[in-house]
């Protein structure tokens, strides 16, 4: 193994609280030159907001080193020669699709594709409506989804992610949606091209049995579960078998030589 994925919220920190010994060994990836990236679903903040969050944790990271849904959406759209895009993520995020010249709120027809992420609190019924109504508009308007991930452990307890909301979407619209996050496996190519290294050079540590471990393995790459952030024991009984288990990525260090 010559490279890293890694997953934050969950991982690194756990809401606003860093995973203890994770800054420790991110630091020793740095110093042993093993190439590392953060890949995240997260689209309730833009990357500087991320870069800025992991140097409050003590940990140095530029913006390339962040590869997020909102910048593979963008890039997605750009490719299909998309424009206007009604974009349903928080108002930070929706700064990353300010090329495009995104909908206005509130408008319900006009939409090139409606992208769908995680709004939080934002989330209402007639939010969901609106982007009912923006798809059954047109039925060549793509719903695009920033990942697929069904729920994430606040400090509060477990809340709903945008693979909730976008399940709705697809079953009253009637469509499929273009997935441009976690697990889809364009999403960890794209991840595995910025370290410029084979698949099966790759490791990605995760705390989603599905979304970080099943996606980075059905990708070529080996999947690492971490015991911290939404890990349930009964992650490990399942249909998916990780490549190894750890307490937290704080010992990934002591753990390297046997990936």
């Known amino acids: 193994m010559r490279g890293v994925l890694l997953d934050l919220d969950g991982v690194v920190y756990v809401g606003d609280r860093p995973v203890p010994g994770a800054a420790e060994a991110i630091g020793w990836l740095e110093r042993e030159g093993i190439g590392h990236l953060f890949l995240t679903n997260t689209t309730s903040r833009p990357r500087l907001s991320v870069v800025a969050k992991l140097a409050g944790l003590g940990i140095s990271a530029g913006a390339d ?3 997020t849904p909102a910048v593979a959406a963008v890039t997605w759209l750009r490719s299909q020669g998309i424009t206007r895009p009604a974009v349903f993520v928080p108002e930070a995020t929706a700064a990353e699709f300010a090329e495009l010249d995104p909908l206005p709120d509130g408008l319900e027809h006009g939409a090139g594709a409606v992208v769908i992420g995680d709004l939080g609190e934002g989330w209402s019924y007639s939010a969901l409506n609106r982007a009912l109504r923006l798809l059954m508009s047109d039925p060549a308007i793509p719903l695009v989804a920033l990942g697929m991930t069904r729920y994430w452990r606040a400090e509060d307890g477990l809340r709903l992610d945008a693979g909730a909301f976008v399940r709705a979407l697809e079953y009253a619209a009637g469509r499929t949606a273009v997935v441009v996050g976690k ?77």
Not at 183 to 208: K, S
């Open 65 to 67: 080193q962040v590869l």
């Open 183 to 259: 697990p889809d496996r364009t999403f960890y190519d794209a991840a595995v091209e910025a370290l410029h290294l084979p698949a099966d050079q790759v490791v990605m540590i995760g705390d989603d049995i599905h979304t970080d471990i099943e996606g980075a393995q059905l990708a070529g790459l080996a999947g690492v579960l971490v015991r911290t952030g939404k890990f349930h024991a009964s992650d490990l009984h399942g249909g998916v078998s990780p490549d190894a288990v750890l307490d937290s990525v704080a010992d990934l260090p002591r753990r390297w030589a046997e990936l």
